[in-house]
């Protein structure tokens, strides 16, 4: 039983509250502000669960697994996997989309004070507050943790891997260096760059002889990402520590084509659900078998690898550019475009002033040049995470996204910093500035040249106009238009953009007037030449739409549904041959299979087999699976008398919808024309049970007698 505290006890107590009075206040000030970037966000049209982008395939992963999916098969996961879960916890929980950015921002707030306590623990209090201050006025830092994306959890997951790891390095003990490695595991399950950045971290302690650190570090990354691993086994057959998509990105970021940021793929649509199914139908084309996530994931990765063994110079020079990158202030959206949302949005991120830009020069050279008092080797083990994180990043490609845990530690670094130097200035020790300025001039200057990319704004303000015309939102759509339209990339890039998106939504009539003006502005343009015909076409004036599509398609051939609508008014005219000449200037595959088969019935419909054939080839090749196009090109090709071939596909056809009298019938037809009559016989007899009376069947049968 212990008795009263003593007198010192309760002014140590009472000395430690006051302490942290001021830190509590300041939380409370960071939730806040936080707290309003919600409420400014939580409606806006480009921040909802269907806007489409990653934000909404999180959700509807999430949605799925609060319905019980929780395994979410078939196959790997092909996104990030902890906010899934974190999603759809609290969607269980709240049923409330803002509930779970509040949520968020809590968590953001939680890493301030995170950050708070590793600056003071390599530093002092005054650094501690440096530090925390310039945190909450991190506007990135806001904005993330105010979006439903993955990356709402990043500063957080990273702060409190760093903070452990802080403690690991000043008060050792084995359950803080595994619990350090069980946070870095599920930070990779939320960002998987930092899996590589654990792996140097455990190298870098094992190289400063704290081998027992380093392997219970590994051990506790590893527990972290345990549930993956055993979920992947029972759920996708494999055992798998990461998600599929990480050979997909391997690629973009090194190839023969590799600018440092992404960039589309040939075959494969830009979207998160897109690159999943399109990846595995690139590595299977080229590999020449079906294959899964894993093994699609795999083909990627060789090719990069390929590459980089081939052309290493050219390797090492991108890897270096790339680095730098990393330590640019240039904002690269993917896919929001913080700027937009800063400074058009009526948000009050735009006073959240600190940022890269200022961050990455004092928070490098602090790193550099301000050593912990009392001296601590440590520290530089703890620093070593800025370099070996920014390089995790640069092995792939550089988005902002990817590039906020690499900020986190630079606040450490630009508090200590900004302490140093009020200390300087206190003591009048101006000769100890020369050496901090120099360093972050420099860095300053590197990081803040102009690189002449885009931060995304405009084209975020053209993606807000096109949602608004999703929503009905015409009025403010048109609002929007017109003040993209004063200082566009082109002129008459906003009235096209928008105008298409009105198409889509079927307003071709609302759609006019802004293609026309786009006209007057870009003449030249033949995809506004284009756009154009096909608003007048669907508004039924055929004649005006004509001389437009037919530019239109001059300019732009490799655009097929182009030909396809100027083919159409060909047809309708009766100008058989001057259609059949268009759609065989038709060259470049469409994304989606049906518009091939189109094609290829337009062009059987002017009667033009031989153009027809590729088309029909196409459908079915990208859709081996669809009865209906290996039957479009069976008949094809029954009608130019390749009868083998047509039977090939025709039987396909058939095995895939058994059902289908055409199917059976025609594959009757193609053996009866081959010799092969007792399977001719069979399949038109099938044809006869399903659809009695099928006239071909029965032509079949009769000549059989």
Not at 320 to 339: C, G, I
Not at 405 to 430: E, F, K, Q
């Amino acid at each position: 039983m212990t008795g009263p505290a003593s007198a010192s006890e309760r002014e140590t107590r009472t000395t430690g509250s006051r302490q942290l009075a001021p830190l509590v206040a300041l939380l409370a000030i960071v939730f806040a502000i936080k707290l309003i970037v919600v409420w400014q966000l939580k409606d806006h049209p480009m921040t909802q669960p269907e806007v489409g982008l990653d934000t909404s395939a999180y959700v509807e992963l999430a949605q799925r697994a609060a319905a019980g999916d929780w395994g979410l098969g078939p196959g790997l996961y092909y996104v990030s996997p902890l906010y899934i879960y974190f999603l759809a916890a609290t969607l269980v929980l709240t049923k409330s989309f803002t509930a779970v950015r509040v949520l968020q921002i809590a968590l953001g707030t939680a890493a301030v004070a995170l950050l708070w306590l590793t600056s003071r623990t390599w530093f002092n209090t005054r650094a501690a507050y440096a530090t925390a201050t310039l945190a909450a006025l991190t506007g990135l830092f806001t904005f993330y943790e105010s979006l439903l994306l993955q990356a709402s959890l990043d500063v957080f997951l990273t702060s409190a891997a760093l903070y452990l790891l802080t403690r690991v390095l000043t008060t050792p003990r084995p359950w803080l260096e595994i619990a350090t490695g069980v946070v870095f595991g599920i930070a990779t399950l939320n960002r998987p760059n930092m899996l590589i950045a654990a792996i140097a971290l455990a190298a870098v302690l094992v190289a400063a002889r704290r081998g027992r650190a380093g392997a219970l570090l590994i051990a506790g990354v590893l527990a972290g990402m345990s549930p993956v691993a055993m979920r992947n086994a029972v759920v996708a057959g494999t055992w798998s520590f990461t998600s599929s998509h990480g050979g997909l990105n391997l690629y973009i970021g090194n190839s023969e084509t590799a600018t440092g940021f992404y960039h589309p793929v040939p075959g494969i649509t830009p979207t998160i659900a897109g690159q999943q199914k399109d990846a595995q139908r690139v590595a299977a084309g080229a590999l020449g078998h079906p294959v899964s996530e894993a093994e699609a994931s795999s083909y990627f990765t060789g090719l990069a690898l390929t590459w980089m063994r081939e052309h290493p110079g050219s390797a090492v020079a991108l890897l270096l550019k790339k680095t730098f990158y990393a330590f640019h202030a240039q904002h690269v959206a993917l896919p929001y475009s913080y700027p937009f949302y800063a400074y058009d949005a009526g948000t009050i991120l735009g006073w959240l002033f600190v940022g890269p830009w200022l961050l990455i020069p004092l928070g490098v050279a602090g790193l550099i040049l301000v050593t912990p008092t009392p001296p601590r080797a440590g520290f530089w083990i703890w620093a070593s995470f800025v370099p070996i994180y920014a390089g995790a990043v640069a092995l792939f490609f550089v988005a902002e996204r990817y590039r906020l845990p690499l900020i986190v530690p630079l606040c450490v670094g630009a508090g200590a910093l900004l302490d140093a130097v009020a200390g300087w200035a206190v003591a009048r020790r101006w000769q100890a500035l020369s050496a901090p300025a120099v360093c972050v001039a420099a860095i300053a200057i590197a990081a803040n040249w102009p690189l002449g990319l885009h931060d995304g704004r405009w084209e975020e303000g053209l993606r807000m106009a096109q949602r608004l015309v999703i929503l009905g939102r015409y009025s403010e759509a048109d609002d929007w238009t017109r003040r993209l339209e004063t200082n566009p990339p082109r002129k008459g890039m906003a009235e096209h953009g928008v105008a298409m998106q009105m198409l889509v939504v079927g307003r071709p009539e609302k759609a006019l007037p802004h293609l026309e003006q786009a006209h007057v502005d870009d003449p030249g343009n033949a995809s506004i030449e284009y756009a154009l015909g096909v608003a007048l076409l669907r508004v039924s004036r055929t004649a005006d739409a004509l001389p437009h599509l037919t530019r239109g398609f001059a300019g732009n051939p490799d655009v097929p549904m182009a030909g396809y609508d100027l083919a159409m008014i060909l047809k309708e005219r009766g100008d058989f041959a001057a259609a059949a000449d268009v759609l065989s200037k038709v060259t470049v595959i469409p994304d989606n299979p049906e518009d091939w088969l189109r094609l290829g019935r337009l062009a059987t419909e002017v009667k033009a087999l031989d153009v027809a054939e590729p088309f029909f080839r196409h459908a079915a090749e990208m859709s081996p699976a669809l009865a209906g196009a290996r039957q479009q090109y069976g008949l094809n090709l029954l009608l130019l008398g390749r009868f083998a071939d047509g039977a090939h596909e025709l039987r396909e056809a058939s095995r895939l919808d058994p059902r289908d009298p055409d199917s059976l019938a025609h594959l009757a037809y193609c053996e009866l024309r081959l010799n092969q009559l007792a399977d001719a016989r069979a399949h038109a007899a099938a044809a006869l049970a399903i659809a009695p009376g099928h006239a071909l069947a029965t032509q079949v049968m009769q000549a059989l007698k």
